[in-house]
């Protein structure tokens, strides 16, 4: 095994995830067939390549749209890592990102908490292996 390729994300709508992800977050589309069921395998991934794909999953029954926004408890699930915190906090708020806190820096990196268009919590970050050396 080499690595996680996509995580599933419970939507309410396709389209709409598609927007924000592509839009607020500056996602790509990787791929969006339609299944025999009705349903579509949709993919949406950073812009640049390597890391993890979601894939957004439009909740089918009751327990599945329960769930849609609140998929880990109320906590921080999803971490996007950026090399460049500034521009990237500026252009998602400037999109109408929520963010729910100020950006803070700490031991490990610059990160502000935001919520996805359906409440769950991500962290955008930039490690500190990235941020610019503040004892220089």
Do not use: C
């Not at 996680?4 to 389209?15: E, F, G, M």
């Not at 708020?93 to 935001?114: I, K, N, Q």
């Not at 268009?117 to 050396?133: A, F, I, K």
């Amino acid at each position: 095994m080499s690595r996680i390729a996509l995580v599933a994300l419970l939507v309410d709508d396709y389209d709409e995830a598609v927007r924000f992800y592509t839009g607020a977050l500056g996602f790509r589309l990787a791929e969006d067939t339609p299944r025999p069921d009705g349903s579509r395998w949709v993919v949406v991934e950073p812009a640049r390549p390597g890391g993890t794909a979601l894939l957004l999953a439009r909740a089918k029954g009751a327990d599945q749209r329960a769930r849609v926004g609140d998929q880990t408890g109320g906590r921080v699930g999803f971490f996007l890592h950026t090399d460049d915190f500034a521009r990237d906090h500026a252009r998602m708020t400037a999109a109408g990102v929520t963010f729910l806190e100020e950006p803070r820096h700490e031991p490990y990196g610059s990160v502000a908490v935001f919520q996805d268009l359906y409440g769950n919590r991500w962290d955008l970050l930039q490690p500190r292996s990235t941020t610019e050396d503040t004892t220089a």
